[in-house]
């Protein structure tokens, strides 16, 4: 599992980034699971995440709404199949607006940049 912590901080919002090898839907669950058993993860505001697999694109925003879109439109960009991405925010009290996009962005190409090493 590749963990990326505090690696946006915008306006007292925090964000990570988690990926690791995943091909369906049960797995992305285990996967987040096993995120949240570190009480920091747990305690996130949003664990917004996407993977593609052979039957099909999953995601779910966690009540980032859109999120999940950004980062499975990069997975598909990046053809990167069966490996979930996390991003994980910590609410700051500041509504971003459009800049919590921008900062999804960001944290999924750190993350794919790490992928590519």
Partial sequence: MLVLDNIISDRGSKYAVSSGPCASEAEARAFLT??????KFAKATHN??????????LKNDDGESGAGNIILRMLEREQVMNRIIVVTRWYGGKHL????????????????EQLDR
Avoid: N, Y
């Fill in 34 to 39: 096993e995120l949240k058993r570190r009480k």
């Fill in 48 to 57: 917004t995440w996407a993977l593609l697999t052979e039957a099909g694109p």
């Fill in 97 to 112: 607006g459009g800049d919590r996009f921008r900062h999804v962005q960001e944290a999924v190409r750190l993350c794919l």
